[in-house]
Nanobody, 117 residues
């Protein structure tokens, strides 16, 4: 199983980015995808998730600015009005279990860095 994120970068406050994740080698026909982030010296936190039927969940802290979607096998995270507190490594994850609008991750990508100044 391989997950590869892309779309990260450096932006000024108020800017936007769209993160993408490409999944390959997953043998399960039904699975969900999630986005997580980890800032320096902080724990990894859940950001958003989308299931096989495109049901979604987004963390309250970002729900007014972030949106998650899925096109085929691949999830996207559209981020707008980015703030310095959004600076983090963003990870894509895939899992088989959907619980309360969260995707329980089984596999992780390597992450893509988002820096907001």
């Amino acid at each position: 199983v391989q997950l590869v994120e892309s779309g990260g970068g450096s932006v000024q406050a108020g800017g936007s980015l769209r993160l993408s994740c490409v999944l390959s080698g997953y043998t399960y026909s039904s699975y969900c995808m999630g986005w997580f982030r980890q800032a320096p010296e902080k724990e990894r936190e859940w950001v958003a998730a989308v299931d096989i039927d495109s049901n979604t969940g987004v963390a309250d802290s970002v729900k007014d600015r972030f949106a998650v979607s899925r096109h085929g096998n691949d999830p996207y995270l559209q981020m707008t009005s980015l703030q310095p507190d959004d600076t983090a490594m963003y990870y894509c994850a895939a899992g088989r279990k959907w619980e309360g609008s969260h995707c329980v991750p089984d596999n992780w990508g390597q992450g893509t860095q988002v820096t907001v100044s």
